[in-house]
Antibody, heavy 115, light 109 residues
Framework: QVQLQQSGPGLVKPSETLSLTCTVS????????WSWIRQPPGKGLEWIGY???????FYNSSLKSRVTISVDTSRNQFSLKLSSLTAADTAVYYC?????????WGQGTLVTVSS | QAVATQEPSLTVSPGGTVTLTCAAS?????????PYWFQQKPGQAPRTLIY???NKHSWTPARFSGSLLGGKAALTLSGAQPEDEGDYYC?????????FGGGTKLTVL
């Protein structure tokens, strides 16, 4: 059974960098597409970016200058860093896996950007 | 970033049938977009109902099915139940990008 467990802070100050981690069990972090997605309060889903086969990264063009997605294969984890935060980045952040076995989601982390 | 087009809201009667659609911003949806469909209920993470156009997870109720219809991805619910109320999102895959639909709010009434 594939499980994705997210960890990271729920409150971050403006201008700072958000760091979230997704720990994976039941799936290989080096295979297929590992994504970060966010959902502002009351709004729809927005794709942030993904890392493919543990190596290649692709980002939403609107966030590209502020986003880094990376993998730690030794811990079977992948991570999101989003810099220069503003209130507009307040959202629930999800990690997800897209593969021939289907789609799996983390539980979500509400991140509030506020001083 | 472009957003795929979904019906903002739909209503279906209990036991009835409804089809939700997902139109790409770039043209026809094909199997090469590997369409996904997600269900989301208030306060919960989305869960995947359909992947790669028509494949179901073990937890996907049999009344849901996915297909391609008229150049769009489609999710059909046959025999709607009250617990099917919620928001539904599609996802289309491109090389180097992903495109979510704006979501459909489904009411069973």
């Amino acid at each position: 059974q594939v499980q994705l467990q997210q960890s990271g802070p729920g409150l971050v100050k403006p201008s700072e960098t958000l760091s979230l981690t997704c720990t994976v069990s039941g799936g290989s972090i080096s295979s297929y597409f590992w994504s970060w997605i966010r959902q502002p309060p009351g709004k729809g889903l927005e794709w942030i970016g993904y890392i493919y086969n543990g190596e290649r990264t692709f980002y939403n063009s609107s966030l590209k200058s502020r986003v880094t997605i990376s993998v730690d294969t030794s811990r079977n984890q992948f991570s999101l860093k989003l810099s220069s935060l503003t209130a507009a980045d307040t959202a629930v952040y999800y990690c997800a896996w897209q593969s021939p076995r289907g789609g799996y989601w983390g539980q979500g982390t509400l991140v509030t950007v506020s001083s | 970033q472009a957003v795929a087009t979904q019906e903002p809201s739909l209503t279906v009667s209990p036991g009835g049938t409804v089809t939700l659609t997902c139109a790409a911003s770039t043209g026809d949806v094909t199997s090469g977009h590997y369409p996904y469909w997600f269900q989301q209920k208030p306060g919960q993470a989305p869960r995947t109902l359909i992947y790669d156009t028509s494949n179901k997870h073990s937890w996907t109720p049999a009344r849901f099915s996915g297909s391609l219809l008229g150049g769009k991805a489609a999710l059909t619910l046959s025999g709607a139940q009250p617990e099917d109320e919620g928001d539904y999102y599609c996802l289309l895959s491109y090389t180097g990008a992903r495109e979510f639909g704006g979501g459909t709010k489904l009411t069973v009434l």
